[in-house]
């Protein structure tokens, strides 16, 4: 049987609508109804950021001086998996999917990373986002390692009963090779607390209830409070610490998002709360702007009615491809990897980057902007709230003991000031910008335990 990462039907045509008719997919929806089972978009050209971390990191590698041997290890995957998904469709039909788990280092403590969904997730990606990973928590200087897994898919176009059995034939072919000390997945994109409860469940038939195996769970299973909008936030505090340093707040800003999901919906209602004014967003439905800023509350209440922002009445519509280059202060990509790249570098006209999704720039236009003075604050910093509250999560299913969400908000702030002050640290002993501020931060903690365990000869 053929493996077809389009999930496209092997044996006799699909239905048109393979919506399982006995399931209420409302029951499932995220908290803001913003996946299943939504029409799901053609991507943004996403150049694969398989050479941009290794770039990265040898010149983080280089600026510490790091041994070649231990170069060398530090970049070698842990383990990576691949396994074959087939599954029934609602039709009768089989469906086959190719899944991954890329386990990437866990000199630092148990490999931890998000499980992504995607029809463009591909094993060279993955094994570039679970190295981001490592670094990562090292950066929020937490006590993991990195893994990122994903299947390639489209969510959209798979009912939610398909979508549960995939992530249960997922995590049965894994299931010996995650676990609660060893490797800990999360949402990404295209994923959510649903899919989390589908691994916690099927995982707990081979190895008993184990909460703590997968974090961004629904509260009900033990998830965190202040986990679904952990990544935003962390977007928000990370944003506050930089803008501090130019003497400027959110209130004077003026911002650009991309992307509506998790990450960026979360981020524009907070920085919205926070004063700042959200002038464009866009998501895989169409790109809106308004000069006096967006009514997020509206927007956010359209997009879960129309599955989407196209349509909102709160703002123009203007072309999603321009939506980078618009006029603004701070822009932040919140979807895909590659969209600041050598094409539209040149004409982006933001003066801070906030890198909420991860990989959002590559090598090429990171040169170009920063000899336009553009400062980029980088994803393994700045979007580093949501494995933060993982842990957070994690720690709280081990002690049996659930936090409040003022104390899991308040402990957030305390870890992104922190890594804030790290990353500027180093930036300033290397005489670097932020993005290697933060990968020698982060590859400096890592390469250090490696040595501390004797791992490097
Ligand atoms: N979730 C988390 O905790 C973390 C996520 N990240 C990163 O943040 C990014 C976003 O993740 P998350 O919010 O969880 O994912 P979601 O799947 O929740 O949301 C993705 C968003 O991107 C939009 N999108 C997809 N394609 C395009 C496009 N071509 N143009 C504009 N928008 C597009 C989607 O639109 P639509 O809804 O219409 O499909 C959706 O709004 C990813 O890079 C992820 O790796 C990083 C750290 C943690
Ligand atoms: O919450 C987590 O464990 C992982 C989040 C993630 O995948 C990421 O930060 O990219």
Not at 52 to 69: E, I, T
Not at 377 to 398: K, M, R
Request: glycine content about 10%; proline content about 5%.
């Amino acid at each position: 049987m053929e493996a077809d990462s389009t999930g496209s039907a092997v044996g006799p045509p699909a239905a048109e609508d393979s919506s399982s008719p006995d399931v209420d997919e409302d029951a499932f929806a995220f908290p803001r109804g913003l996946l299943y089972p939504f029409p799901f978009p053609e991507a943004l050209s996403s150049p694969s950021c398989e050479t941009l971390v290794p770039r990265n990191f040898k010149q983080a590698a280089k600026l510490l001086g790091l041994d070649s041997k231990l170069e060398k290890s530090l970049l070698i995957p842990f383990r990576e998996i691949k396994v074959e998904c087939t599954i029934p469709k609602d039709d009768g039909t089989l469906a086959s999917f190719v899944g991954f788990r890329v386990q990437h280092d866990n000199a630092r403590g148990p490999m931890k990373g998000g499980i992504r969904y995607h029809h463009e997730v591909d094993p060279d990606e993955v094994n570039a986002l679970a190295q981001l990973m490592t670094w990562k928590t090292a950066v929020a200087n937490i006590p993991y390692g990195g893994a990122k897994g994903g299947i390639g898919c489209s969510p959209g176009k798979l009912s939610c009963s398909e979508l549960e059995r995939l992530t249960r034939v997922f995590t049965q072919k894994i299931h010996d090779l995650i676990g609660i000390h060893t490797d800990v997945p999360a949402p990404d994109m295209g994923t959510n607390s649903q899919t989390m409860a589908w691994i916690l469940d099927e995982y707990s038939k081979f190895h008993g209830h184990s909460p703590a195996v997968v974090t961004g769970k629904p509260i009900d299973l033990g998830g965190s409070l202040g986990r679904e909008a952990a990544t935003g936030r962390g977007v928000l505090f990370a944003t506050e610490a930089l803008l501090a340093e130019y003497g400027k707040s959110i209130k004077d800003q003026r911002f650009i998002i991309q992307g509506f999901g998790n990450v960026g919906s979360w981020a524009a209602q907070l920085i919205s709360e926070a004063g700042g004014k959200v002038i464009a967003i866009s998501d895989v439905t169409g790109a809106i702007k308004n000069t006096n800023g967006l009514d997020i509350e509206k927007l956010l209440k359209h997009s879960a009615e129309n599955r989407g922002i196209k349509g909102f009445s709160g703002g123009e519509s203007i072309d999603a491809s321009s939506l980078l280059t618009e006029d603004c202060d701070v822009l932040i990509p919140a979807a895909l990897g590659g969209v600041i790249n050598r094409e539209n570098a040149n004409d982006l006209r933001a003066k801070f980057i906030i890198e909420a999704a991860n990989h959002p720039t590559d090598p090429e236009a990171d040169e170009i902007l920063s000899k336009k003075g553009v400062v980029i604050l980088p994803d393994i910093y700045a979007n580093s709230g949501g494995v933060t509250v993982s842990y957070f999560e994690w720690v709280q299913n081990i002690q049996g003991f659930m936090w409040d969400e003022e104390k899991v908000n308040a402990e957030l702030k305390t870890y992104m000031t922190r890594g804030f002050k790290d990353m500027k640290e180093m930036c300033k002993m290397h005489n670097c910008d932020l993005r290697m501020g933060a990968f020698t931060l982060g590859v400096n903690r890592v390469a250090r335990a490696t040595v501390l365990r004797g791992w490097e000869a």
